[in-house]
């Protein structure tokens, strides 16, 4: 199985490099008969174009295999071409008119068929993206691959009719024509069009025609799509503004793909089918035709969309489970995983994901920005921000500017500096509680606290969360200390004694994790600059051969990687992390040592993690602990039930980054346990003097948005 959730909705780098879009393009309009031959690879084309105004002459691009041709009357002149940034070469023509006109004709026919490459460097290797391909499996097609001609800087509205060999059916954004064809009114920055074999799936929902595309008959899985899609139209409507389009799609492609586009979303075979997706990725998908495909992202100042995407999609899922700070927690963890001061990038400088790196800076970063954004203003105020921002900017391309000025437009507040700081500016703040004091006085207690930011980039402007329990009391209360330099009080007099005191005890910041704060996890390992991996010298020679060829796929993909046998060795480096493979692993013992005081039990026949037990004959383990002699440093340990397992041990690893321990089961890797190690108290967490003995701190989470706004009750949600 491979899951390759690809959170970019797809926006080709190609088409930043050779047309970027301006922020007033002209709308130009495609009337498009295409007749696609999939065996052949290649598609004939008829479009018609109706320019803004009247020109003379006028200069376009095209894929170098589409030979195009005019009417007599007009001169197509080749002006030559170029190979971009993706695998194809750009033929460029001007055509010259004999008298001005808006409407002229083009004729064009070729093979598009570029095949898919690996886009991502990460262990998982799995991010795949093909600029453009007509084969007998399916039909895949953007602005990248340059398959209708592009005439400079403009925006898009289009007619298609389609001409497909039989039981085959057309997607496009927009609105399903009579015959089958699509067309959209609205401004476009581009024009998809994917075809295959589909069965059709169809249900009106009060917001839009919500559909599904499936390559087999699965009225099942159909029916849980459509009615997710009712529900989530309905939700992010109420919550952000009318939906932009006439339909959502849900369309199955023929590799695993995560991709957004405007009124319908390309997913893979194997991940629509993942039981989780249509509740954690899907909505996200659907979101994104409020941000990236309703109001469109100015790239030149950074993918704002992303970050937005997850927060109100992601985000909100999880703040609905009362599990917020959790999904907080996770993305900080993955920046520190992930981002060192040499891989550091500000979010004006993000543009699509790449790699764990860019996602932990595009989504989670941006995503702490606006919660931290909210967190300022006010739950209503936010809302309104957002919505005064779609509103202002739907169809239209925007950046971070245009976000301030709504968000400053509801709250009348300057945020020049809160936007400056977090969107421009690379690293985070560290806090460190440099000491607490209390003392009695005449009507009560007297507190202070001293908090330092230890990083060494100069202090950030931070609205520090402070939560303080008083004797007796479970639920805290809350002060907010305000933090302009390196260090700062806060004083308090309270009427009894505080009895335990937390700082951002729910990751309302974006910061830098203290370790204490952080369990052992897979991201340590997969995102370390250096690493070994030690083989069993001593196992079965398929156990050896399977082991060693996924450390090599692994190696790949990690230059920093060293392949070692464990009898090459008589201790483990200092300088690096280290994951042991193999249950006769010669180095095992000093995992072991490491694993000690952890919820975790190892026996001959069976392994007992937090309580649960599994027997080792039919079961793969992967076990995450800190190296005894360097607690820096992490140890990963992964013995498999199978030869036949380590592979797909090795494709699926990448997904769980968060996670201290994994068990799987059988040769199919089936996961049957994930979870994190308990941490002890954080050092940000203080029990003061006579708070041994009371209640924990009871933290109530933060209501989520969508509180804000009642559902529309239907039959279909």
Known sequence: MRLSIIRPGYISLLLLLICPIGLAAPVIHHDLEVSLHPTEGSLEVQDTIILPKEVSSIEFSLHQNLSPSAQPSIALIPLGHSRSAAPISVSYYRAEFPSPTKRFSLEYKGVIR??????????????????????????????????FPIFGDEQFTFAIDSKLPAGWQTVSQGQELEGGGWQEKAPQDDIYLVAAPYKVYRQHTPVAEAMVFLRQDDPATAERYLDATGHYLDLYSRLLGDYPYAKFALVENFWETGYGMPSFTLLGPTVIRLPFIIHTSYPHEILHNWWGNGVYVDYGSGNWSEGLTSYLADHLLKEQQEKGADYRRSSLQRYADFIAEQTDFSLTDFRSRHGQASQAIGYGKTMMFF????????????????????????????????????FEAVSGKDLGNEFLQWTRRTGAPSLQIDAVDVHRTKTGHHLTLSLHQTQAAPPFNLNVPVFIQLQGEEKPLQH?????????????????????????????????????????????????????????????????????????????????????????????????????????????????????????????????????????????????????????????????????????????????????????????????????????????????????NQPAMRLVPKAPLSKLVTPRTTGNN
């Not at 300022?376 to 301030?404: H, M, V």
């Open 480 to 692: 907010i200390l305000v933090m302009n330099s390196r260090k700062a009080n806060l004083e308090l007099d309270l009427p009894t004694r505080p009895v335990s005191l937390k700082v951002d005890p729910q990751f309302d910041l974006f910061r830098r994790l203290d370790p204490s704060e952080i369990p052992s996890s897979l991201g340590q390992l997969f995102g370390a600059d250096k690493i070994l991996v030690l083989l069993p010298a001593d196992a079965p020679p398929a156990m050896k051969s399977a082991y060693q060829a996924l450390a090599e796929g692994w190696a790949t993909r990690a230059p920093g990687m060293l392949i070692k046998w464990d009898d090459q060795l008589n201790r483990l480096p200092a300088d690096r992390m280290v994951w042991l493979f193999g249950a006769s692993n010669r180095m095992q013992e000093i995992f072991l040592g490491g694993a000690k005081g952890k919820a975790y039990q190892q026996g001959e026949d069976q392994i007992t993690i937090g309580g649960q037990s599994f027997s080792r004959r039919d079961h793969s383990f992967v076990v995450t602990s800190e190296n005894p002699a360097q607690p820096t440093q992490t140890l990963g340990w992964v013995t498999a039930a199978s030869p036949a397992a380590v592979p797909l041990l090795g494709r699926k690893l990448p997904h769980y980054m968060k996670y201290s321990y994994l068990v799987f089961e059988g040769d199919q890797a089936r996961n049957r346990l994930k979870g994190q190690w308990q941490l002890a108290e954080s050092a940000l967490s203080i029990t003061l003097p006579g708070g041994g």
């Open 371 to 406: 919660h931290m954004l909210r967190q300022q203003l006010g739950d209503n105020t936010f809302l309104e921000g957002l919505r005064r921002f779609y509103r202002d900017n739907l169809f239209q391309i925007a950046g971070f500017d245009d976000l301030k000025a709504a």
């Open 114 to 147: 570029h095949s898919l490459e690996q886009m991502s460097q990460d262990y998982g290797g799995d991010m795949a993206q093909t600029p453009g391909i007509i084969s007998p499996e399916g039909v895949f097609l953007s602005v990248a691959s340059h398959w």
